[in-house]
């Protein structure tokens, strides 16, 4: 199978006046092709660092990285972004619809195009109809919608998201979390996602990519082997979920 | 209905005063025989007399040019400068203490500097307009700027968003209420600005026609022309707030869903 994503040798180093704090070391792995990978640690190891480098916003000091073999300097093209704070990533000053049309207006689209992608990615999200509404018109958990919806209109082969769940609650995290498996079958989409939710990661993943330690390393790569389609009340339930979640747990926590 | 009620209340409750200050000018005028402050009835009846519409091509319509293209030059030229240097906060320190120093000149007392410049033609009167109109602007775009949320750039970088639309579609308009309280400003000052330069060498515009009819006695015309620009000036308010609620209504719009 491709490589969608390789990481190789990766350090970063942060250059502050208080001195260097060195975050990543030596990080290395590979996200295969339609995969699900999560990435998990704790607090301040280094998730949302790497994820900036993954998506061109920082260099890293060692190392390079890989998407679809091209080594990359800037935010690749096949690459969207959906970030943590939907508030501070949607525009209010612009409705739903131009939210999604904004990164659109700089592929080839007729205006006829776009607003099929727009109206198709508002629809695999869940929100038909929302086109002229502000972000800030609606909830928490139908932002986060708009901005998967924004990301999935640039038709992406590989979607990123920082902790895209971490602001909303449980029961609509465990509607967007479905919604993600959804898209992730829908287009065949790379999906790699940090988290600090563990539970969330063996629901989601793939693979599980553990950083531990100061500076951070890769900790293992976990094969999380329960066959899919998965479902909240059943896989949560299930016996190899808990002893993949208690691993898991273990190391982040540095027990293991 | 409830907005609208509240909206006619506003209103009632912002035009009393008005209408107890005119009546009471108009009463207390009334028997007037002072040369100098003429019966309101008087100045009305000259004021339809001059400007409807007798006097507008000669006079409102020079003023309103200069006005509208020294402002929007100006604007223009303070959202552009003030997005450069709100970019650069490298930048900007070194340009701060001039701007500073340029700013704190009162506006109309550069007027004779640009008439070394320009001459006494109309282009004197909107270069002196847009300077006066630049710096409202500018500062607050600067000042706007500087608090650009980095999630927000983050975003349109990931989005690989052009300069341009990184400029006008992110930067802009996330400053944009800090940006347009520094419009307001800029109006008001070009309007003062527009009239105090038709004051030196011009037989057009409102503030020419005014000074004339001082200097020549005619006071129920300069009267007039003192309550022409009191009306304008309020026009102008009333039509900028207008556009500013439209332009920011995302902004008023997500401030009163979180109070
Ligand atoms: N721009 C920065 N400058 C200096 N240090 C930073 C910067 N960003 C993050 N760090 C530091 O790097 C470490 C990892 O941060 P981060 O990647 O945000 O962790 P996580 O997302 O796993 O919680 C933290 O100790 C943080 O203080
Ligand atoms: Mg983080």
Known sequence: MAI?????????????????????????????????????????????????????????????????????????????????????????????????????????????????????????????????????????????????????????????????????????????????????????????????????????????????????????VVKVDIPFPRSQMETRNDARFADLRTHVYGMVRGLE | MRLLNSRIIRFLVGIWLPILLIWWWWTWSADSVDPFFPPLSAIWEQFKFNWIWQYVPIHVFPSLRNLFAGYFIGIFAGVTLGALLGANPRVSRYFEPVIDFLRSIPPVATVPVFILFFGLDAQMRIAAVAVAACFPTLLSTMQGFRATDPTLLDTGKVFRLTPFQMMWKVRVPNASPIIWSGLQVSLQIAFVVTIASEILGSGFGIGAFTTISIDSFMILDAWTGVVLLGLLGFALNVIFDLVERWSLRWYIGQKKLAS
Do not use: C
């Open chain 1, 4 to 220: 969608a994503i390789a990481v190789n040798g990766v350090s970063m180093e942060y250059k502050t006046p208080k001195g260097t704090t060195h975050v990543l070391d030596n990080v290395s792995y590979e996200v295969q092709d339609g995969h699900f990978v999560s990435i998990v640690g704790p607090s301040g190891v280094g998730k949302t660092t790497l994820l900036r480098l993954l998506t061109g916003l920082a260099q890293p000091t060692a190392g390079e990285i890989l998407v679809r073999g091209k080594r990359i300097s800037s935010s690749p093209d096949d690459l969207a972004v959906v970030l943590q704070d939907y508030t501070r990533s949607l525009m209010p000053w612009l409705s739903v619809e131009k939210n999604i049309a904004l990164p659109l207006k700089n592929q080839k689209l007729t205006k006829a195009e776009r607003k099929e992608r727009i109206t198709a990615s508002l629809a695999e999200v869940g929100l038909e109809g929302a086109e002229s509404k502000y972000p800030w018109q609606l909830s928490g958990g139908m932002q986060q919608r708009v901005s998967i919806a924004r990301a999935l209109a640039v038709r992406p082969s590989i979607l990123v998201m920082d902790e895209p769940f971490a602001s909303v609650d449980a029961q609509t995290r465990f509607d967007l979390e479905d919604l993600v498996l959804k898209v992730r079958d829908d287009f065949g989409i790379t999906t790699l996602m940090v988290t600090h939710d563990i539970d969330e990661a063996v629901y989601l993943s793939d693979e599980i990519v553990v950083l531990q330690g100061k500076p951070a390393k890769v900790r293992d």
